[in-house]
């Protein structure tokens, strides 16, 4: 069954303002999500909603998708021809506009960080729920700085001393996702092979184990072990990302990461299949309580 649409009214916009206000890419995928709604409200067609602003088909399907930014201009028009003419809504609307068009704070490390990635940052700031599987590495929001920059120096072999300072500053400034006042909950499945994999050296991979152990004490972190002597612990080789938001307007997105690029999922039948990939993982995998048992035998 259909979720309901939230309704377009100031009090629902005022709250997507101030529930997303850290997340200009939230903002966009809730203004994209909004005139596509209203769109087919008023039972309007892509092309000649595009002929409106001067435009096209395209363009609208970019601007629902949040796959651009959008001005101002074009937004009030879409709003005009759509019936939309209550002014507080409309204030609303371009408030919307002028916060989604506003950079992200990791826009400064633009030098470092691939253009894929940003929307990821983004996403994480506003997710309610990052679930995420793990083939190789430990994920980026768990590291401590010795394994992020064992990493940094083998994936970057070259990279100047200024470089690396940035990318290990990149990393942590995404962390503090965590440690915020209202941190979402993050629920990690890593294979064992993340754990065996000696990044840094004994004393690196050491402090690193005792680091996942103490974020798992953190009520809002959930940290699993998929060991190798358990069936149902593989989902392809490849790390998953799922997010989950608060916010109705927003769906679940996922994130699959490759080598040189990246692919964002919306669509319910897609996130549905990883969501439950994700369950099954979880099922099969070590509980947290013998996950952190392992960690400790590890460390022994």
Request: proline share 7%; with cysteine.
């Amino acid at each position: 069954m259909p979720v309901p649409a939230p309704p377009v009214d100031a009090p629902t916009l005022e709250y997507y303002l101030d529930a997303s206000a850290r997340s200009p890419v939230a903002l966009r995928l809730v203004l994209g999500y909004y005139l596509r709604h209203l769109r087919k409200a008023a039972h309007i067609d892509a092309e000649p909603a595009g002929k409106s602003i001067r435009s096209s088909e395209a363009k609208i399907s970019r601007m629902e998708r949040a796959q651009v930014t959008c001005k101002h201009d074009d937004v009030m028009d879409l709003l005009t021809l759509y019936g939309v003419d209550d002014k507080h809504v409309r204030a609303c609307f371009a408030e919307i506009v002028r916060i989604s068009r506003q950079p992200g704070w990791w826009h400064r490390f633009d030098g470092v960080l691939p253009d894929w990635c940003g929307k990821l940052i983004g996403l994480q700031e506003a997710a309610s729920v990052i679930r995420t599987y793990e083939v190789q590495l430990v994920p980026g929001l768990l590291q401590t700085p010795a394994y992020t920059e064992a990493l940094v120096h083998q994936a970057y072999p070259a990279a100047p001393a200024e470089e690396v300072k940035d990318r290990l500053e990149l990393r942590a400034l995404r962390q503090n996702v965590l440690i915020r006042q209202d941190p979402p909950r993050l629920w990690a499945v890593l294979d064992e092979a993340v754990l065996r994999r000696p990044m840094g050296g004994d004393l690196v991979m050491r402090e690193q184990l005792r680091y996942l152990i103490s974020m798992s004490r953190l009520s809002h972190v959930t940290i699993q072990i998929a060991p190798f002597n358990r069936p149902g612990c593989i989902a392809g080789g490849f790390p998953i990302t799922h997010l989950r938001f608060d916010l109705p307007a927003l769906p679940d997105v996922v994130y699959l990461e490759q080598l040189q690029d990246a692919e964002y999922l919306d669509k319910s039948e897609e996130t549905q299949h990883y969501r439950s990939v994700l369950d099954g993982l979880a099922q099969a995998a070590l509980s947290p309580q013998e996950s952190v048992e392992l960690l400790d035998s590890m460390i022994s």
